[in-house]
């Protein structure tokens, strides 16, 4: 489909200030929120045998998080995201404010920041899914691929999920959450598989129809 939004940001991403995005087909304006962690948070877990390195490493992580507000997409970028920064035991006086992240900085913390999105996402709309089929996956997993949405594995009824739906209309995300649930029932697309899709999603054809087209990297 060329009219889908995300098909318009096709261009390499910068992560910058004002870059559009395309979260669950909606345009949003990319906003960079630069958040410090203070060095002495660290100390709040002593003898635990992590190193203060670790520590930080683990942090930047869970606080790298995009919080969508009216037509902008908030993302935080950790103070200390880099190895770089890590190593600077104590930032001198200003560091702070005079900090400017750097791509790989904004990169990182935004793709942990779509990830824990899109898993959140995920994880309710598949919960939703299995109380009003009886179905149920083992487990469930995030990959990053071109050529397929979702799969199904046949022998451990484990299924993934592909970030690049976070692109896409969420309509089209509960098509594909129920259709890789359903496989774990049926493998194939037969008329089994077909009558509980129908029973669910009346119209999933035709949603499927609308925005099943190529694949678009959203990191
Ligand atoms: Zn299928």
């Not at 200003?94 to 791509?103: I, L, N, V």
């Not at 979702?150 to 690049?164: A, E, L, P, T």
Request: contains cysteine.
């Amino acid at each position: 489909m060329n009219n889908m939004p995300e098909n318009r940001y096709r261009q390499k991403k910068q992560y910058t200030d004002g870059e559009t995005i395309c979260i669950w087909g909606n345009e949003y304006s990319l906003q960079i929120i630069k958040t410090a962690v203070p060095d002495d948070i660290f100390m709040l877990f002593p003898g635990t045998g992590i190193s203060p390195e670790a520590l930080k490493k683990r942090f930047r992580h869970d606080m790298s998080v995009i919080e969508l507000s009216g037509s902008n997409a908030l993302l935080y970028v950790p103070f200390c995201h880099t190895g770089k920064n890590i190593k600077t035991a104590n930032f001198p006086a200003g560091t702070e404010m005079s900090w400017k992240p750097s791509f790989e900085d904004r990169k990182a913390a935004y793709k942990t920041a779509v990830y824990g999105l899109f898993a959140d996402k995920i994880n309710e709309i598949l919960h939703k899914w299995e109380k009003k089929t009886g179905l149920k996956c083992k487990s469930w997993y995030i990959t990053d691929v071109l050529n397929y949405w979702g799969q199904c594995s046949s022998w451990g009824k484990d299924i993934c999920f592909n970030i690049n739906l976070l692109g896409r209309p969420l309509i089209f995300v509960e098509f594909v959450v129920l259709h890789e649930l359903v496989h774990v029932m049926h493998m194939n697309h037969g008329p089994k598989f077909r009558a509980i899709m129908a029973i669910y999603m009346p119209d999933y054809k035709i949603i499927d129809k609308k925005y099943n087209s190529r694949i678009i990297r959203v990191i």
